[in-house]
Structure formats: structure tokens, C-alpha cells
């Protein structure tokens, strides 16, 4: 019967130092902030589009005009829209 001998080898290989699965750390939770980063930038910028379309809509209420109003100036007018009139001559003629 032939005598059989058993050798242990060691995981590493010459020359490393053995802080590969620490790069692999380092790197996956550098992933994982950036991931978060980005998520929070998306729901940033959705809280601020809502934000200014709210701000729109209140601007929109307290002119008077509803969408339907809004809707049915559309309809009749052809052609480009007329030119924005200046805020103090509105203000002059609200107060006649």
C-alpha cells in the first residue's frame, strides 16, 4: 500500500498582502453611497418641481382664472397669443 501524504496550502498567493476583500468593502459601500446620493437627489428635485407646480397652481387660483376659463380663451383665439401687458396699467385700471 503506498503511503500517502497530505499537504496544507495556504489561500494566498506569493506576493499579496491580503487586503483584496477589503478593497471589495471599500468599493461596494462607495456603490451603495452613491446609489443613496443619487436617490436623493432624484427625490429632491421631484420635491421641488412639485413645489413650483403648486406655486403655479396658486398663482393660477388667484388670477380667477379657472381651467376652463383658460380652456375656452383657447378655443376662440387664433393666432398668437397678445403681447403681456405691464402690471402698473393693470393696477391703474383696477383701481378706476
Not at 500517502?4 to 478593497?23: E, H, I, L, P
Not at 387660483?61 to 378655443?75: I, L, N, W
Request: charged letters at 25%; glycine letters at 12%.
Amino acid at each position: 500500500m503506498p503511503n500517502t501524504q497530505t499537504t496544507v496550502t495556504g489561500t494566498k498567493r506569493a506576493g499579496d498582502s491580503g487586503n483584496g476583500s477589503g478593497t471589495l468593502l471599500f468599493l461596494s459601500l462607495v456603490a451603495l453611497l452613491m446609489i443613496g446620493g443619487v436617490a436623493a437627489y432624484i427625490v429632491y428635485e421631484g420635491r421641488k418641481a412639485t413645489a413650483s407646480k403648486q406655486q403655479k397652481r396658486r398663482h393660477r387660483m388667484r388670477s380667477g382664472r379657472t381651467p376652463q376659463t383658460v380652456a375656452a380663451g383657447a378655443e376662440g383665439r387664433r393666432g398668437p397669443p397678445p403681447p403681456p401687458r405691464k402690471r402698473r396699467a393693470q393696477a391703474k385700471r383696477k383701481k378706476r
